[in-house]
């Protein structure tokens, strides 16, 4: 009986894990592969990394196991090997107003620091990053920038608002209100009913506040799937999302598209418009230029005033506006605000 063999991989879907794998000489390191489940057959499949910042300390990460499984699965059905790994997260929402936040800026290097060594030691092909928390986004760029390696960013999606006395609450109204309690003009019955219904579950801080941001501008820059930044967390399309992003990984790998292919500095100027016409966080103007500086583009204050300068604010977003990402996500997203921009040229 006649059998069929699926046709062979292109060299460069393999361009680095051909060194961990190939030939007599790695033989002891296909053995130690095959110990975790990999067969003879897996090893002439590309190695996908993929790093899960899923993590008990914020609800921005709590959720990221189920999306890390699902985009394993994707890169399965494309006929590839993914290696889920983890690393750190620090919360600067629930770290805000003590000593550990000054360990927050730190925790996006170390972020960066940790996919490099793992990626880059263990000879992946490809990358995959999932994450939640606000240093998470660019400490996950910075690593892709370095590597240039196919990559594809996916973020954990935002939270949805709470209800309290009728009307949607989010992070920043508790917050306000413990200013309130100060100056007498709220009860601590009111504050305390209030903190236990303002986050009712998994996902980032409601508002274009860092996390909303970066992923607002990751998924411009070109290194998320589109609709990413503003799809809710806790909204099953996320699934279906992660499975779409292990296959367009392997498709990335296939037609050999990396990074700095699409880490423009023209991509770096779009980012920048349309977080300034949401009135998006200044730690944009941090992280942006620490992205850029890892693909040798030269990103400073001036491309970010002179964008200012002539863009119009039209997303009335949290915490200046009235509106949360998940709004934005009900009319359109991100690719609404991009299309707005178009049309006014």
Known sequence: ??????PARPAHMRHRSSELVDGPNRAPSRAMLMAMGLTQDDMKKPFVAIANLASDVTP??????????????GVRAADGVPFEFGTITVSDGISMGTEGMKTSLVSREVIADSIELVTFGERMDGLITIAGCDKNMPGCMMAMARLNVPSIFMYGGT??????????VNIQDVFEAVGAYASGDMSLED???LECVACPGEGSCAGLFTANTMSTSIEVLGMSLPGDASIPAIDPRKLGEARDVGRTLMRLLEEDVRPRDILTK????????????MGGSTNSVLHLIAIAREVDIQLTLDDFDRISRNTPYIADMKPAG?????????????????KRLLNAG
């Open 191 to 193: 504050l305390t009913a």
């Open 322 to 338: 009235k509106y949360v990402m998940s709004d934005l996500y009900r009319y359109g997203g991100i690719a609404l605000v991009m």
């Open 266 to 277: 023209q991509a770096f100027e779009n980012a920048i418009t349309v977080v300034v016409s």
């Open 159 to 168: 939270i949805m608002p709470g209800q309290f006395k009728g009307k949607d």
């Open 60 to 73: 921005c990460n709590v959720h990221l196991d189920r999306f890390a499984l699902a985009a394993k699965e």
């Open 1 to 6: 009986m006649a059998t069929t063999s699926k």
